[in-house]
């Protein structure tokens, strides 16, 4: 082994480590690793950043805003209505409708998009039908991983593939090329939830009583009458700002049997009920302050019913690419800013109840929220938050530009499949450019729809894997898996790049999975003097099959609180699907693509 060789392992080794770590991000460390390369000589300064400008990485951010076209057009809901008019009240039938469709949305627009879409629509119907959300998230999103793998666009291993190969001086897949394999580890995928999966998923947090799953103690919510001397009284609804410095908020204004919206501009009145969140002691000393009186007999079993009466109570999760993963509801100022008050978090599958305005927002946390409607619908069409309820959109969605965007999604598809594959990037990006021009998004709102992480991250992964190429190391590395298994065949060949690939997608992003195993799949195919296709194939496949655990991929961590899953739910259902999908991928893939 040359000195090249032992920096580019060396780098590569310090890379996986930070990104199971996950400190620092995973998008630094894949800049981290591009001036690594460039600083130990790997990598030509002049050529440091020829990821950003990689077709692959272009056609990925370009996906991201068509989908976000397609997401901007509120056909949430109509999906929703869709499967529940299709399905009925059968979990079976919500089921196989809920992947069927999201494998197909998933083909065709980013695997996260897919995923953020039909989540309101799946959690109303949970609600709807009283079925426990863990019953179908997990499935939602394993339907949005496989069914990336049926087109070049669906996911971005396809497209850090097809730039291997180039590189790799191999003919490059086309656009409908994925879709023989795609389409069968996808039935394989259907099947096995429908008759297997399903039965290993848990039932927790039912879809009919949100507030349940979140434990809300009784100590934390306490009702107050307004006196006639208080120095509330007359003061608007929307202007009274009870106690925010000291932990509490108003959660409503009840008069009689009417709740008074929060962002009333009704006054607030004598024997007004006010019911406060926060530490009793903390609301007793303000209510003395202001001239409030306690109220006796507000009940454990009621605050459900008084907090739907008094206004909607919806979950809420952290979008993708929020820009709130970190701060805390006091850092965001989300009370006075959205007009809504967050009653409990659900922190790694975790109801917290106490001080939640001190939590540090993850993704993957979920919000129970209370608060008027109106507020909930400004709420919705926010980059940073997934409202997860059919909440009608009567602001900032743009239903009459629905056909308009499904036409050019289609017209690029079409476009796509007949344009040479060094020009897919370009009718992308022409795509992306009518979903503009045509009003769909503005271009303030295409920006907001990229995943610039993602961008980030493969860019600035791309060099090691170039690197790795360049050195040799792919080819040292490929030579001692074919030293291991290569005795029995280029199937156990095939089946080891697969369980390696899979096992590395399941701790690091699926994306740097593809970099850096792609070009050790094509060296170990031309070691062992077969056509490398099918194993770059089973390498992009494997890198889809992020079911093992949480952190495998972001469809996964945007369903793991939602769904009160633990750690261990994602193993038990992902390793028999690993397991299934390696033997179908062993015997299937050299079927459609020879050795």
Not at 161 to 188: D, E, H, K, R, W
Request: aromatic share 8%; glycine share 8%; hydrophobic share 55%.
């Amino acid at each position: 082994m040359t000195t090249q060789n032992w920096l580019v392992l060396a780098i590569l080794a310090i890379a996986l480590i930070l990104f199971v770590r996950e400190k620092p991000r995973v998008d630094v460390v894949a800049l981290l690793v591009l001036i690594a390369c460039v600083i130990t000589g790997l990598v030509d300064p002049l050529n440091a950043f020829a990821g950003f400008a990689d077709p692959a990485v272009v056609t990925v951010w370009t996906v991201f805003i068509i989908s976000g076209g397609i997401t901007r057009t509120g056909v949430a809901e109509q999906i929703g209505k869709f499967i529940s008019k299709l399905a009925g009240g059968s979990p079976w039938r919500i089921l196989l409708v809920m992947m069927l469709i999201t494998a197909a949305m998933s083909a065709f627009m980013n695997n996260i998009g897919a995923v953020a879409i039909m989540l309101p629509a799946i959690m109303g119907i949970c609600r709807q039908f009283n079925i426990a959300p863990s019953k179908m998230l997990m499935p939602l999103s394993i339907a949005a991983l496989l069914g990336g793998n049926i087109t070049l666009i669906g996911t971005p291993p396809n497209l850090i593939a097809i730039a291997s190969m180039q590189q790799a001086n191999l003919t490059p897949f086309s656009f409908f090329a994925y879709a023989p394999t795609g389409l069968l580890v996808t039935v394989v995928g259907l099947i096995y939830m429908l008759l297997i999966g399903y039965r290993l998923l848990p039932v927790r947090t039912s879809g009919d009583d949100v507030s349940a799953a979140y434990e809300i103690p009784a100590d934390i919510l306490t009702e107050v009458i307004v006196s006639e001397e208080s120095e509330l009284v007359g003061m608007p609804v929307n202007q009274v700002r009870f106690g925010l410095e000291n932990d509490t908020a108003i959660v409503y204004v009840r008069r009689r049997e009417t709740f008074l919206q929060q962002s009333s501009g009704r006054q607030i009145a004598p024997n007004d009920v006010l019911l406060i969140e926060g530490p009793f002691n903390q609301v007793a000393r303000l209510s003395e302050k202001l001239n409030l009186k306690l109220k006796s007999g507000f009940e454990q079993p009621t605050i459900a019913q008084e907090l739907e009466a008094a206004g909607r109570l919806i979950e809420v999760t952290l979008s993708p690419r929020s820009r709130f993963r970190g701060l805390t509801l006091r850092d965001i100022g989300f009370r006075s800013r959205y007009g809504l008050t967050v009653l409990g978090i659900r922190h790694a599958g975790e109801p917290l109840v106490s001080k939640v305005v001190d939590v540090p927002l993850r993704f993957g946390d979920v919000l129970l929220v209370q608060g008027d409607l109106q507020n909930f619908e400004g709420l919705k069409v926010n980059p940073n938050f997934i409202v997860l309820d059919n909440v009608p959109q009567k602001r900032g969605v743009r239903r009459e530009k629905a056909p308009i965007a499904i036409a050019i999604l289609l017209f690029t598809v079409l476009a796509v499949v007949f344009v040479p594959s060094n020009a897919v990037s370009i009718t992308m990006l022409l795509g992306a450019i009518m979903i503009v021009l045509s009003g769909v998004l503005t271009m303030e709102e295409a920006y907001d729809s990229i995943d610039w992480k993602s961008i980030f991250l493969i860019a600035g992964m791309l060099p090691l894997g170039a690197a790795m190429s360049n050195t040799g190391t792919a080819e040292l590395v490929a030579s001692g898996v074919i030293s291991a298994v290569g005795g029995w065949g280029p199937m156990i060949v095939l089946g080891t790049i697969f369980l390696l690939t899979a096992g590395l997608t399941s701790v690091i992003s699926n994306a740097a999975a593809t970099v850096l195993l792609v070009p050790i799949s094509i060296t170990a195919a031309r070691q062992l003097g077969v056509n490398p296709e099918p194993f770059v194939m089973t390498t992009v496949i494997a890198a889809s099959s992020a079911f093992l655990l949480p952190i495998g991929h972001q469809a996964n961590i945007i369903i793991y609180g939602m769904g009160g899953y633990r750690f261990l739910d994602f193993l038990k259902v992902g390793v028999w699907l690993t397991l299934l999908l390696l033997i179908v991928v062993m015997t299937c893939v050299p079927l459609i693509w020879p050795f």
